[in-house]
């Protein structure tokens, strides 16, 4: 028997924001720069400033984290 409460039971568990856009914006940067910068491909980086990214690599996410000098927040 499953748990009613299991997380494949439950239609809305919520989501994680990204804030890529807002970030790069604020500070004139383009996708391109932060691409080179964190030694990833324009793809990778776009799926980040789109917010649709499906599965959160850690190692890009403390890179892009160092470049932007900032960090992840709940």
Do not use: H, P
Request: charged fraction near 40%; glycine fraction near 2%.
């Amino acid at each position: 028997m499953k748990d009613a409460n299991s997380v494949l039971q439950r239609k809305e568990y919520g989501r994680i924001r990204l804030k890529l856009r807002e970030q790069l914006d604020a500070r004139g940067m383009t996708r391109n720069f932060l691409a080179r910068k964190i030694d990833a491909r324009f793809e990778v980086v776009d799926k980040w400033y789109s917010d649709q990214v499906e599965k959160i690599d850690s190692d890009i996410l403390a890179r892009i984290c160092y470049v932007l000098q900032c960090r992840v927040e709940v």
